[in-house]
């Protein structure tokens, strides 16, 4: 079974940064895309950015510029780097990624989810 933990959540002041890493463990075939993701209570989960295997990446229109997703294969691991912190960053954020078992069938899986909050 494949599991991702979360780490580098925490309170910091805006403007200022912090660095999220997910690290997967287990019995693990193939990783394509990994990506990030946001929750803001009674909301619905939202896209903060994405990597693909080939190093391509997405950013929500919202982060475009702050934040930079990162992957490190070797440790099977995925980063993201956020400046310029601002109130509205505030959320619970979760890592995401897709895996491909040797048989071809794809499955996601998710992190329990890091708190960040930014105070303005």
């Known amino acids: 079974q494949v599991q991702l933990v979360e780490s580098g959540g925490g309170l910091v002041q805006a403007g200022g940064s912090l660095r999220l890493s997910c690290a997967a463990s287990?019995?693990?075939?193939?990783?394509?895309?990994m990506g990030w993701y946001r929750q803001a209570p009674g909301k619905q989960r939202e896209l903060v950015a994405s990597?693909?295997?080939?190093?391509?990446?997405n950013y929500a229109d919202s982060v475009k510029g702050r934040f930079t997703i990162s992957r490190d294969d070797s440790k099977i691991t995925v980063y993201l780097q956020m400046n310029s912190l601002k109130p509205e960053d505030t959320n619970v954020y979760y890592c995401?990624?897709?895996?491909?078992?040797?048989?071809?069938?794809?499955?996601?899986?998710w992190g329990q989810g890091t708190q960040v909050t930014v105070s303005s």
């Open positions: 995401k990624t897709d895996l491909s078992r040797w048989n071809g069938y794809d499955y996601d899986v």
């Open positions: 990597i693909t295997s080939g190093g391509s990446t």
């Open positions: 287990g019995k693990i075939f193939k990783i394509n895309a």
